[in-house]
Structure formats: structure tokens, C-alpha cells
């Protein structure tokens, strides 16, 4: 079982049923199987990319630089930690939402004591705004992330039930892989996880990350509770 994990989840699962923007439905589905989770004693920080609404690396150009366009992408995750927080506190959910952008007026200001007393005190940590400059995605700062708050895992919910040996969208007869090293997964062009940049600090940390559905019931405290569930990713 873990003591502490990070979970990344995307900014396109927040969306649900809509084109953009965030489903109550399902930011409220994820926070009972969160709360669920949290019986077993874990500790749990959340990064949420900002898809759902701006995607930083594909607005840019017309224009846009891809520094500010990155900055945009940070300030959509934000927004997405602040609609969870607050999911999570009416659930019951003790949450904090910790930014590393400069938003004093809507968010705490991240810092590494201040995340680890929240976790101390059994709270919820979403950590928002990604790693605060351009050029690193989500997924990057999820791992970055996890290291430095010590957790065990990183956990990375999909729309899929773990990783296939190829698209299982494009061909029907892909294989689920139950376990695959890091350097099988960068080596495999077929395999599309994490960024490379994610990967890489993952593997060279030696951190597990597991790839799993979130949106089956019970998954989460599944995998806080170390049972076999997706994909496990380890050197």
C-alpha cells in the first residue's frame, strides 16, 4: 500500500460530456472515489492539466508566443484546482489549492513546507499552474512534483484501463500491458504516456508510475492500496 501519491489527472476527463470546460458530474464522481481513497490512510496530491480549455503548445503562433501561450495553459489548470478544491470541500474533502503562478487572491502561494504541513494534516493537495515556466508540461510537473513531496507513485488516470502495445482506438487487436520498464516505454514509439521530458525524470529517479482508468469505480483506492490495476511503469 502507498502512504503518498500523486495523481495526475487531465484537463480533458474534467470536460466530460462537454467540448470545454468542467463537468460537475464527473469533477463530483472523481472526488467520491477520492474520498474512498483516503480511508486507506494515503496522502494525496493532485496536478490537473489545463486541456479542457487551453492547450499552451497549440495556441501558439498567430501571435501568441509560446511563452505566453504556456502561461495560458498554466492559468487553465489553475482554474480547473480551483473548481476541484472547492468540489472536494463541499464532498467533505479537507483541500487546499496551492499555485505555483502568482495568484495570491484565489489560490495559496505553493511552497514545498506549506504543501507538506497540508499533507501532514490529512488535507488534499492540488497543486495548480504546473511548475510555474514554459516549455514544461503537466505530466512534467506531476513527476517533478512527486518527487520532491516523496511520494511512492505517480498515478496517471486515462480514458484507457492502462497501456496497449499500440493505439487500442486505431487497432482492434492491441495488447494491455500489465508491466513495461521506462526505457520499453520511451524506446516504443506505439507507446504515448507522458512527454519524454516526464518520462525520462521519472525513470532517472527510479519513481513507478501506473497508468490506469479512474473512472471505473473503485480504482483509485485500488491502486492506493497497491492492488494490480493498469499498467505499472518501473526501471
Known sequence: MY??????????????????????EVAGYLAKEIKLALT???????????????????????????VTAD??????GLINSMALTDIFESKA???????????????????????IKHLEHGRVVVVAGGLGRPYFTHDTAAVNLALELDCQAVLKATKTDGVYDKDPHKYPD??????????????????????????????????????????????????VRGKPVGTTIKN
Open 174 to 223: 492491441a495488447t494491455r500491458l500489465t508491466k513495461l520498464t521506462y526505457q520499453e516505454a520511451i524506446s516504443n514509439h506505439l507507446i504515448a504516456v507522458m512527454d519524454k521530458a516526464a518520462m525520462g525524470l521519472a525513470m532517472e529517479q527510479n519513481i513507478p508510475l501506473v497508468v490506469f482508468d479512474a473512472m471505473k469505480n473503485g480504482n483509485i483506492d485500488r491502486v
Open 40 to 66: 486507506s490512510g494515503c496522502r494525496l496530491v493532485i496536478v490537473v492539466g489545463g486541456g479542457n480549455m487551453v492547450r499552451g503548445a497549440k495556441v501558439a503562433g498567430g501571435g501568441i508566443q509560446r
Open 3 to 24: 502512504n503518498r501519491v500523486l495523481l495526475k489527472l487531465s484537463g480533458e476527463q474534467l470536460a466530460g460530456s462537454y467540448e470545454v470546460g468542467i463537468d460537475p
Open 93 to 115: 474533502i479537507p483541500t487546499r489549492c496551492l499555485s505555483n503562478i502568482f495568484a495570491d487572491q484565489v489560490a495559496e502561494a505553493y511552497s514545498y513546507r506549506r504543501a
Open 71 to 76: 502561461q495560458m495553459g498554466m492559468l487553465s
